[in-house]
């Protein structure tokens, strides 16, 4: 019997492909320079007459997405901040897994008892993790000193660190259930090693669950990244003028976007609406993928349990 195609994970990965794909090109296929500003034009009006106007100006042939409050072209923004946005996640979400995985195999195959460790309650545990990151980054990443890819790198390290002990309990837990397998314990008793038991036999078993870990581990590191936007606390700075006092994001990543226009929720909608949409598009994209890896894992499971 012919299987049915994925549809969640084609769709997703060809989405999450666009956008690593656009945070790579993006510069180069921006229509404007990132510096190009158009504070004053002509629109059109409802009688069909040219009409002097100051920006922001809305989406036209000119400018697809519209322009800011100071006459940014919006999709150029979008094409520059992406790199930030995407490539983050994807490079923190990769180092929490490599560091969590070693570790909770290691710990795993190693540990003598073979019960499933309860997550620990501790001083932090209650604490989300963005309260954390923005209360140690408030003082660097606000009017910020140092340039945006050291910023970015803080803030990522951060992120990473935090969010170990998660991919830990997981991985350990999923080792000891995969420990008591009956091929696991024929090759103990053979003689293997605890390398040999690690790469031979507990890594090829968890390779599903590292795959569906790691989109997870990328959800929850664009929810950090948002979180903090809305407190004003932008990846790679946020400058801060006054007079009025408004925040804006110096590396023009998606989440500093949204946060830098909540203003314009009911006027001028778009300045908000399109670094909204992207945003929403990029996480929606590894929802995708984490609905159907999940429902790959579960066809496995209900294929493999009856051989």
């Not at 990522?156 to 350990?172: A, D, E, K, R």
């Not at 903090?228 to 976007?257: D, V």
Request: charged share 15%; hydrophobic share 45%.
């Amino acid at each position: 019997m012919r299987r049915k195609p994925n549809i969640l994970l084609i769709i997703g990965i060809v989405l999450l492909s666009f956008f690593v794909i656009i945070s790579i090109i993006g510069p180069y296929v921006a229509p404007y320079d990132l510096e190009y500003s158009k504070k004053i034009g002509y629109i059109e009006n409802d009688d069909g007459k040219q009409q002097l106007k100051g920006s922001p100006f809305p989406p036209s042939k000119e400018h697809v997405f519209g322009t800011d409050k100071w006459g940014y072209d919006i999709l150029t923004l979008l094409l520059y901040g992406a790199k930030y946005t995407v490539f983050t996640v994807l490079i923190v979400a990769v180092i929490r897994l490599i560091i969590g995985t070693a570790f909770g195999i290691l710990n795993g195959v190693i540990s003598l008892a073979d019960q499933r460790r309860n997550k620990q309650v501790s001083l932090f545990s209650g604490i989300p993790i963005f309260i954390i990151i923005y209360f140690i980054m408030v003082g660097i990443n606000v009017e910020p000193t140092l340039p945006p890819t050291i910023l970015v790198f803080i803030q990522g390290f951060l992120m990473t660190i935090l969010g170990i002990p998660g991919v830990y309990n997981v991985i350990f837990n999923l080792t000891i259930e995969i420990k008591k397998n009956a091929y696991v314990e024929a090759a103990k008793t053979l003689g293997g090693s605890n390398r040999h038991i690690s790469s031979k036999h507990i890594y090829p078993a968890l390779k599903g669950n590292l795959l569906a870990l790691f989109v997870n581990e990328c959800i929850q590191v664009l929810h950090i990244i948002g979180q903090l936007g809305i407190f004003n606390l932008f990846l790679g700075g946020t400058e801060k003028q006054y007079f009025p006092t408004i925040y804006l994001s110096i590396t023009n990543e998606w989440s500093g976007l949204i946060g830098q226009s909540r203003s314009f929720l009911y006027h001028s909608q778009w300045i908000i609406l399109y670094p909204l949409i992207a945003y929403m598009l990029l996480l929606f994209s590894f929802y995708l993928l984490s609905s159907g890896l999940n429902a790959s894992l579960k066809n496995k499971a209900r294929r493999t349990s009856h051989l």
